[in-house]
Nanobody, 122 residues
Framework: QVQFVESGGGLVQPGGSLRLSCTAA????????IGWFRQAPGKEREGALC????????KCDNSVNDRFTISRDDAKNSAYLQMNSLKPEDTAVYYC???????????????WGQGTQVTVSS
C-alpha cells in the first residue's frame, strides 16, 4: 500500500519543541519535493509550512521560518519537521505530502498521510 505515515505529534507546553516524522511506505520519495502542512480545527489547510525540494533545498513560510526546520533522509524514505518555541496557535493536525515541484501550494501536492495531532497548551 502506497502511503505516508506521520508521527511525533502530541501535547506540548508553550515554548516546547516537537519533531515530526513522515515515512513513506510502498514507494520511494527520492526525486519528489516534500511539504509539511497543517490544518487547525475549523480552518482550511494552510499553505506549506516548509518544503524540501528533491535536491534538498529547503524553504519555510515566513510565519514559522525562525522556529520550524524541515529535513529529509532519502535513504530512510523519511522527512522531518523540527518545531521549536511552539505556541498555542500552532495547534493543528500536521500532514506531509509529495509533489513533482517544490511549491508552497497544497494543490500541487498529493499522497497525503493521515496526519499527526499537535496540541500546544499549558
Amino acid at each position: 500500500q502506497v502511503q505516508f505515515v506521520e508521527s511525533g505529534g502530541g501535547l506540548v507546553q508553550p515554548g516546547g519543541s516537537l519533531r515530526l516524522s513522515c515515512t513513506a511506505a510502498g514507494f520511494t520519495f527520492e526525486g519528489y519535493a516534500i511539504g509539511w502542512f497543517r490544518q487547525a480545527p475549523g480552518k482550511e489547510r494552510e499553505g506549506a509550512l516548509c518544503i524540501s525540494s528533491k535536491d534538498g533545498r529547503t524553504k519555510c513560510d515566513n510565519s514559522v521560518n525562525d522556529r520550524f526546520t524541515i529535513s529529509r533522509d532519502d535513504a530512510k524514505n523519511s522527512a522531518y519537521l523540527q518545531m521549536n518555541s511552539l505556541k498555542p496557535e500552532d495547534t493543528a493536525v500536521y500532514y506531509c505530502a509529495i509533489s513533482l515541484t517544490a511549491t508552497m501550494s497544497p494543490r500541487d501536492y498529493g499522497l497525503w498521510g493521515q496526519g499527526t495531532q499537535v496540541t500546544v497548551s499549558s
